[in-house]
């Protein structure tokens, strides 16, 4: 029986890999499967009002989705083979954010990414080391080409997280996103796997 990316031979499923980076100010950081002392945190961060802004994340977000989060939604990507969803966590291992990268069940070659950064953690590098890290491997391990990046307009945040990183901005995908009801406008962005990072 082949190898398949996530499992061995008789199908034992591979863990989900950890990765290690450092900032450009010299901070470790870490991206780690969710773990169950992180569901405080996550719920603070997924309840904070400039996440909400800008995500899909319900406004009654609540300590049992945070759980959900950790025990089911997180570890699912990757036992399904369909990507990874990563906690940022600084030197002290202590949650500052997440990152997801999920692959295309159309073309498994093609991935999107979706991240947030706690509050106490911005404007600290994180995730921009972080979302470099997540699609070296994206690229190294998974076999992807393209990943691809979409936020709200007027997302500035994110759209320079992703700037950093070298996702070429693609143009304004409309009403490209579905938020609690309402379509929005997206900004589209890529990162090919020969692009400069």
């Given at each position: 029986?082949?190898?398949?990316m996530?499992?061995?031979e008789f199908?034992?499923?591979?863990?989900q890999?950890?990765?290690?980076?450092?900032?450009?100010?010299?901070?470790?950081?870490?991206?780690r499967?969710?773990e169950?002392g992180d569901?405080?945190?996550i719920?603070?961060?997924?309840?904070?009002p400039?996440?909400?802004?800008w995500?899909?994340?319900?406004?009654d977000y609540?300590?049992?989705?945070?759980v959900?989060?950790?025990?089911?939604?997180?570890?699912g990507?990757?036992?399904?083979?369909?990507?990874?969803?990563w906690?940022?966590?600084?030197?002290?291992d202590?949650y500052?954010?997440?990152?997801?990268?999920r692959?295309?069940p159309?073309d498994?070659q093609?991935?999107?990414?979706?991240?947030?950064?706690?509050?106490?953690?911005?404007g600290r590098?994180?995730?921009?080391?972080?979302?470099?890290?997540?699609?070296?491997?994206?690229?190294?391990?998974?076999?992807l080409?393209?990943?691809?990046?979409?936020a709200?307009?007027?997302?500035?945040g994110?759209?320079?997280?992703?700037?950093?990183?070298?996702?070429q901005l693609?143009g304004?995908?409309?009403?490209?996103?579905?938020?609690?009801?309402?379509?929005?406008?997206?900004?589209?962005?890529?990162?090919?796997?020969?692009?400069?990072?």
């Open positions: 029986m082949a190898c398949g996530w499992q061995c199908m034992t499923p591979q863990p890999p950890v990765l290690h980076a450092t900032t450009e100010r010299g901070e470790k950081i870490m991206l499967p969710a169950p569901v405080e945190a719920f603070t961060a997924c309840t904070d400039e996440t909400l802004a995500t899909t994340l319900p406004l609540d300590r049992a989705r945070a959900g989060f950790v025990e089911g939604y997180a570890p990507w990757w036992e399904r083979g369909d990507g990874a969803c906690v940022i966590a600084d030197a002290a202590a500052a954010g997440q990152l997801d990268l692959i295309d159309r498994r093609v991935a999107d990414v979706g991240f947030l950064t706690a509050p106490h953690a911005r590098g994180y995730m921009t080391t972080a979302l470099r890290a997540a699609c070296e491997f994206g690229f190294e391990h998974l076999g080409e393209r990943i691809e990046w979409r709200h307009v007027g997302n500035d994110s759209r320079k997280v992703a700037g950093r990183v070298g996702f693609e304004v995908q409309r009403a490209g996103v579905a938020q609690r009801g309402q379509r929005r406008d997206a900004w589209v962005a890529a990162l090919l796997k020969g692009d400069p990072r």
